[in-house]
């Protein structure tokens, strides 16, 4: 008897186990997993590495990078979307993820880039900066764009691939100014920037700290930077929309967890970020990278910012006809 009364209160312990699962343990309790679909070294690497390692301090767990590159990052969102959605597997992702594949592939993404995530918050934003060569006769961008009209598809511009924000900021300037340059797409900023030096190329789309040397030692020229403000890490720099109004393509970096991430475990990684971004240390490190925090960080920002960026992107890529493999 006595035996039977312990096996039914076992079996009713277990069935509250069962009924109160990862819900009832605090969040987070185990180490984080943060996905960066680009190899290490990068931007969006670079900036993972830097926050997260003072948001693991805020949440009192380990954040874990995992890079799972090529692929256009398709490889690591299906990681990220395939993951429960507890909190505890994350992605840092960028306009071409959420705004750029999705409108230029040839066949669709096997994603949907609102439904299949959660918006945590934009992380980081920095301005990309338009370059010319030494040898080039012009001072600044709105010299470039009247040496550009006297010679049509006598420049070349170089960018980091086709269908990067590099490639799209050139593609956005000729569309709105009627201008004709010749694109010679490299396989990432580290063989554009040295062809621009070298003369392969005339003019080349870039973060600052890829070209401040070369400026340093006189052998480029920066003209712009490609957002509609002027950056504050190069403040005397003028921006593009001074030349082509409200032209705007920054680099930008979100953080997202799958679809259907409960609200209080996104307010908790929200404020972890919000709290990486306080430190001093996180912000000098951030400014010798070339970026800079985002100025609205929460979901609802980051959501604003995929829905504008689909727009912009969306029409450009349509209007110019540029489609990934």
Known sequence: MQMSFLTRVFGLLLFAAAAFPASAQPYPNRPLRLIVPY????????????VSKQMSLALGQP?????????S???AIIALTGARPDGHTLIVMDAGHWAISPAARSTPVPYDPVKSFTPVGLVTTSSLFIAVNEAVAATSLAELVSLVRQKPGALNYGSAGIGS??????EALKQALGLDMVHVPFRG???SVPALVGGQVQVVVATLGGLVQFEKAGRIRILAANT?????????????SEVAPNLDFPGQVGLFGPAGMPKDVVDRLSAAVEDAMKSPEV????????VEPAPARNPEALARRIQDDRARYGALIKATGIQLE
């Open 39 to 50: 190899p290490a070294g990068g931007q969006p690497d670079t900036v993972a590495r830097i």
């Open 63 to 71: 954040i874990n990078v995992d890079n799972i590159g090529g692929g």
């Open 73 to 75: 990052g398709i490889p």
């Open 165 to 170: 924000v590099h490639h799209l900021t050139i």
């Open 189 to 191: 900023t580290s063989q």
């Open 228 to 240: 509609i403000g002027r950056s504050a890490l190069a403040p005397t720099v003028p921006s593009v």
């Open 283 to 290: 912000l000098a490190a951030l400014k010798v990278g070339g």
